[in-house]
């Protein structure tokens, strides 16, 4: 095998964390300065979708690298249709990394990247970083962390490894998969000691046998393979100048995923990096998502951090939205707000197409839930994907055209089962996801046809997608007409007006 899988390709994927928008909300919520993004770059893009939507959606010029042609290829097409600023090269990390006709960026992205290619590209990453942000840019980051994947590291040395004995013979790749994990499954049944000692083991090799094989590949099969501990990543990026700025899921509040007496253990802890190394122990994390700046921090003045939460503007991606009872629970207990604030604050986010906390605060009684506690039912809403920040009017009139002209190829992608799960949405500066049969319904509409009823026709002549790229919910599909008519009719009456917000119908 070569330094990375180019055998078999990845699979389509669309991360919200990739895009300027939510660069912004997450430094506004750790009380930093965010950068305008006028250059943009994205590190092995894969198959591209997070790049071609964040430059449709965005007025930054996109430059992006990935070294498999076939992911390049698909990329290139489907960024021809949208007309915005978007350059795709073939290219490893390391030669990019030594080109001199780049500009200086704002932010640069590398998702599902660190963790699997070699030390020598960790390093060019770093080197390109310390080269290519300017000063006050962001960098973001995903990589494989610890102490989640302590346990089944050896699980995944010992696929790597009877692959690479399999592969002398120049057996396929994806044969080689199915080999190693028939044989990690003979290795469980014989009771070794180490599942004994480590029952995740079991549950995880349950999931790879269920799971797509090319995406099985690139996660498990990859030669290098190296999750790491924060600090190891804090001290690696240190040679880009790069400083910790927080977590780019901001949805994961505190108040939820920690409790009262470990938030007190890590508000005692001074040192940021060991915070976030023990942090990672309390949650037992295997996967990091983190922005970092260029240079010294630059935290906001005193008073413009609420002042710009106050005015951020949020929009709903959902016709009603509402925490799960377990989630609000967990707030009101963990010190979020009571149940009837909580009330109030989701029944503002209903009543207003867009809202912001300062419309929120007002329809709150004096001192019921602090600017952050509404902040918190907001990011959970958003962990949900039933709330999202939005752009300003003038960025979402800049970037309208791009965002149709995108749309409109996805959607007429639909009829040879090449669409993809989600649309741009010029309103979050992101791309949003919308189930094959709200698209098929979606494609009619952008057609011309106006009735139910003529949905439901098309929605039929759609094939199934592609083989490894279902989209989650497309078997979610009545097969009974009459079930469909109906699906297609509330349709019509709740989920058309949330995409007519989001300027995707
Ligand atoms: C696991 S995939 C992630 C793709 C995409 N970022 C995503 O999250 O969907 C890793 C990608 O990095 C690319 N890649 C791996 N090593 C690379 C290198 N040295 N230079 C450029 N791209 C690389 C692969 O071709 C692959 O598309």
Redesign the pocket.
Known sequence: MG????EL???????PE?SPVRMKLALLKAGLHAPEVTNAC?????????IVVNAATSSAAWYG????PE?VAWARNLARSSGASIRLYE??????ANRDDLPEFDFIV????WS???PE?RR?VVDFVRKRLRVGGVFYI?YNTQPGWAPLTPLRELLTEHAERAGKNGTPLRDRVDAAIAFADRLLESDPAYAADNPGVAVRLAQIRKQNRNYVA??YF?RHFSPMHFSEVASLLAAADLTYAGPANVGNVDAVTLTRSQRALLESIEDSTFREFVRDLLVDRSLRRDYWVKGPIAPLPHGDRSKLLRGTPFVALTPNPALHPRLRAALALNGGPGPEAYRRIVETIERHALTSLEAIEAALHPLEASLDQILDVVLLLGREEQLAPAQADNDIVAVRGQTQALNAQLLSRLRSGNGLDYLASPVTGTGVRVPVLHQSFLLALHLGESRPEAWVKLAGTIPPPQPGNEPPGSADRPGDPTQLLERARRFAEDELPVFRRLAIA
Do not use: K, P, R
């Open positions: 330094d990375y899988i180019t390709t990845y699979l389509h994927g669309y991360f990739l994205e590190l092995g893009f894969g198959y591209g979708d997070s690298i990935d070294l498999n992911h290219d490893s990390i390391v030669d990019f590398l998702h599902g990247v699997w290619v070699s590209s060019a995903s690139h996660e990859n």
